[in-house]
């Protein structure tokens, strides 16, 4: 499996972006995206996932002002991210788990976001 994240980038404070990773191989059609984010000398945390039914699950801080989606059809995740704060300055992460993945799954290579305040 293959996770290509785009859409990451400088905006300023209370802007808006929208990241888009899109999963490539060997794809279960049982299986769950997300997003993880790390900033600077901090761990890697939980953003939100999704399934392959649209059930989705937030890091309570992000509920309101981030919105994960996904296009099975495309195989690709999304994350809506507004009112942008400059703690949410990190690398984010794109996540597929699919029954039997192994602890963690399958991580993309990560795009930056800087929120300038």
């Known amino acids: 499996v293959q996770l290509q994240a785009s859409g990451g980038g400088l905006v300023q404070a209370g802007g808006s972006l929208r990241l888009s990773c899109a999963a490539s191989g060997s794809i279960f059609s049982i299986n769950v995206m997300g997003w993880y984010r790390q900033a600077p000398g901090k761990q890697r945390d939980l953003v939100a996932t999704?399934?392959?039914?649209?059930?989705?699950n937030y890091a309570d801080s992000l509920k309101g002002r981030f919105t994960i989606s996904r296009d099975n059809a495309k195989r690709t995740v999304y994350l809506q991210m507004n009112s942008l704060k400059a703690d949410d300055t990190a690398v984010y992460y794109c996540?597929?788990?699919?029954?039997?993945?192994?602890?963690?799954?399958?991580w993309g290579q990560g795009t930056l976001v800087t929120v300038s305040s």
């Open positions: 996540n597929y788990r699919h029954p039997g993945s192994g602890p963690g799954g399958y």
């Open positions: 999704i399934t392959t039914t649209g059930s989705t």
